[in-house]
């Protein structure tokens, strides 16, 4: 967009100068939500009037859509003739138009939208199914990549479009100049030029007049320790800084475990260790002694298990001696019954001896 201004606005009434020259800077924020919210439209409305169709695809009608769409939104962004709605309605849509913009132009695009669906998209759940909500999304991503709608085009609708709703100009500057030089001068100063954030190492840039709101929350950003050390720390390492190097921190007294329950300041620490140097060597005095009592305890405990190992041993000793007598039991058995078999066969072979000397 160029810095001229259309011929009927050029007169500045006061002084009665030509002003040919007008600050064009906005609300980049705004505009880009805008911008976005057109291609969103063109999307839906472009997969709406095609849905089953088989002639027919979404990027088949999306040239002729897109200009069909800039030229509906300029249209009805033209002040409404005051008989049609009634004065309630328009100043109704007038309001929302110069203090939501976005929310004003998304009423409009779902007025055109609904106006491209077709027959055939009319299937019932069509409009709420997770189909059509995924094909758009594709299609948005389409358009995107094949530059359908170029950024710098789509742009400058949303900037027509703007400055026709924006009546109150809060959202972009309506100053007119009548050099060149007085509009580079004021262009520097102008409440939309964008400013770079100051925060060491932060890459953020917008709007001068949201660069307030951008610092309040700006991760780069040095603040007081909230701790109250004397150090300026990042917004975005604040919790690191006050949990661990903060000289603020609070630590427990090393002498913790043996009984000193006192927390201070871990800038303190070489104070309290001083101040406290007594107690705490009373502290370990009672510990060692505590300590004494049970080495005494366990070696009792020492000799008591000594004892009952030996009483193991002796009991498995006995256990060897009952075994023994038990063999030496089965030895003798085993003895009487060979001297029985001897016998047995005594007495077999005298009475063959008997058998051979009868015959
Ligand atoms: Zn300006
Ligand atoms: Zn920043
Ligand atoms: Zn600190
Ligand atoms: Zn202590």
New binding site residues.
Partial sequence: MDNLVDPEELVDTEEGKLLKFQCNLCDTEVVHSMTQLLLQALATASVDKTTGDIFKSPSSVAGGMKTELAGYMIQRCEPLPESMDGHQVRSDQLTKASTLPTEFLSDLVDDFVTSKRNMMSHVSGFFSSESRLNKIKDFVQKLETENVWAEDERKATTDAILRKIDVKCTFHCPERFDTPEKLAEHESQCKFRIVNCTNDGCAVSCCAVHIEKHDSICPFKLLPCEQLCEQQVMRSKMDKHCETVCPMKLIN????GVG?E?AFAQCSLDR??SG?LQ??LMYVVHVITRQGASVNDMDQRLQLLEKVQSLNELSGALDVRTLTLVTKEQESKINKLEKDLKAQETKMKKLENDLRSRK
């Fill in positions: 007294c090393p002498f913790y000193c006192t309290h260790c406290f107690t705490h």
